[in-house]
């Protein structure tokens, strides 16, 4: 099945299959990440029968259609010989998060020469009846923010608080200032209508936040940094679009600090990074889209500004071959910072040094979507690229001079590293997609095993404060 995995529990009970009288109870005991379908079926005397599960999303055709994928099925049990009397018959299934579904129960009491299914109401119908006249539903679960935690030995999972049950909530960012203090970010809500969501941990337990900005069309933290546990700047994508989205928080409360749309009739603008020395000295990083009146439309343009403690300027990016976007940054001092992202050719990497930014030459391509620098003479960026079969995991190293390639490991499938915290020259741990955490020992870079794993899963952001305690946030 395509997607992600929630499970679920959902039991139907009392269906016979010979007698062609059948019914499903309600769903219950639904549980994060898998469905357990129950049933009861009886066969009888000289009947050789057959059973499976027929599910599928209730907003889509039950035999599918253009681009809609038919239900699906468990695998066929049996044969069973009657007389067999009540037998109890189940099976797990993978849905989608947030899906509502339709399901039924179909018995055959001829090995399988016809089936019927039915559902609540012990109304029998086709196979191919759609809708049939009788099914079940049950809705999974939205998808929610997660948090682990990296003591030195494992990774393992951190309660985080879920805003509301009905509607996805995600972390996109996280910054630590030491082992009881972190400050992760992200969104709750649909695209559509989706509002900020900042939540702090203290070493026992993760707390919301009240956020300033309102709720809107696209709005979103994607990054959080955190110079001191009682000064953070957040930053995003506002309403619609707009001019880009900036947070500060100064111990007691989030409050909105405007930014600048370098061109707000033409282009889209969003933050992706942001990195900070000190409360009055931070850098944003992110992008300008092109919109339908500019030339060419969907263009895509390098994006930094600067926060000086009372307002946030833009600064003149390069973009080389002739496009470019920022999706992570880095600085070590009031003077020196590192973005990195994507560019023309592949991979994009510059320095600011306190008055221009300056592209440096990188060797990988692909895309990069997190930096961490511990020094001007030390800097690792992750990223991902598609070497013409799958999406691979990539990583370089910056050691003053130049930047220079570092083999990762990937797992079986798809791998994308999407940040990366270094707590010294030699420690750096990166996270990404599916579910996936490395770590840099100074000669090379490892996969730790993390204590989520179903494909639903994405780790989007960590943070070190040293290198036994590690903050990793994403979705799940």
Known sequence: MRGRVLLLAVVATALAVSACAAHTTPATDIRDYA??????????AGEVCKWYFEYWPALSPRLGGHDIEPSETTPVQGPVNGPTGLKNVSARIRVFPGTTYRWVFCGSPNNGATFVC?????????TT??????????????????????????WFVQRTRRVSQTIPSEFSGVSCTSPTACTAVGREGSFSDTRTLAERWDGTSWTVQPTAAESGASINLASVSCPSPSACVAVGTGAGFGPPLAEHWDGTTWTTKPTVDPRPTESDSLFSGVSCTSATACTAVGATINNASATPPGTVFTLAERWNGSSWTVQPTPNP?????????????????????????????AHWNGSTWTVQPTPSPGSFNGVSCTSDTACTAVGSYFNGTRLVTVAARWNGSVWTAQTTPNTDGFSELKSVSCSSATSCTAVGDPFLAEHWDGTSWTIQPTPSSNPFTRLAAVSCSSGASCTAVGQR
């Open 321 to 349: 071959g002739g496009s470019g976007s920022f999706k992570a940054v880095s600085c070590t001092s009031a003077t020196s910072c590192f973005a990195v992202g994507f560019g023309g050719a592949g991979t994009l990497a």
């Open 118 to 126: 039915s559902g609540p109401n012990g109304t029998f119908g086709s």
């Open 129 to 154: 009846a759609d809708p049939p006249p009788d099914f079940g539903t049950f809705t999974s679960k939205q998808l929610k923010t997660l948090a682990e935690g990296w003591n030195g030995s494992v």
């Open 35 to 44: 469905v357990t379908l129950h049933a009861t079926g009886r066969c009888d």
